[in-house]
């Protein structure tokens, strides 16, 4: 059998979600396939606000949640696999619950297949005087009369 914890995440992202709250996820960042900003981890875990006002978009797949969010103003794409989730909560309330940490079993990871080197091919050198087709349609379209707005004032009777 599939494990419960997928059900058991959304329910209460759901459940804290349609009252009005705001749900926090606890990550374990030692399980494998998490990927999360390093330098906001305490002690091994981080706490991420997963409420759709502070995610750019949030997925929660079969096996992972993938969100992307800002931290320092810098926009993160993380995953989350649901075995790393060690709490889901409120944050106004801490009403939520605990969850087990699992780690996949070694049969279970699926390592991504590399992907194979760029490869560099030689381009012919083109003269930069001589114009393209597309230089001449622009040429052409900026001597055109460009459109100009023009205040128009109504005469108060």
């Keep these: ?14 459940w804290i979600s349609d009252n009005g709250l705001t749900p926090y996820i ?13 330098s906001y981890v305490n ?11 502070a995610v750019g978009s949030i997925a929660m797949g079969e096996d992972t949640i993938e969100l992307s969010a800002r931290f320092g103003g810098k926009l993160e794409n993380m995953s989350v696999p649901y075995g790393a989730v060690g709490a889901i909560y409120a944050k106004e309330n801490g009403a ?8 996949p079993e070694q049969g279970d990871i699926v390592e991504a297949p590399e992907k194979a080197p760029a490869k560099m091919s030689s381009v012919k050198a083109v003269d930069s005087k001589v114009k393209t087709s597309g230089e001449k349609k622009s040429a052409q ?8 707005l023009s205040v128009v004032k109504n005469k108060q009777d």
Excluded: C, R, W
Excluded at 29 to 35: E, F, I, K, P, S
Excluded at 141 to 148: I, L
């Design 43 to 53: 002690d091994g875990q981080i706490v991420l606000n997963v409420s759709l006002s």
């Design 1 to 14: 059998m599939t494990s419960t914890k997928p059900y058991i995440v959304k329910a209460f992202y759901d």
């Design 96 to 103: 939520g619950t605990s969850l087990a940490i699992e780690h």
């Design 141 to 148: 379209a900026s001597k055109a009369k460009k459109p100009s």
């Design 26 to 38: 606890v990550v374990d960042v030692n399980v494998y396939g998490v990927m999360v900003p390093m």
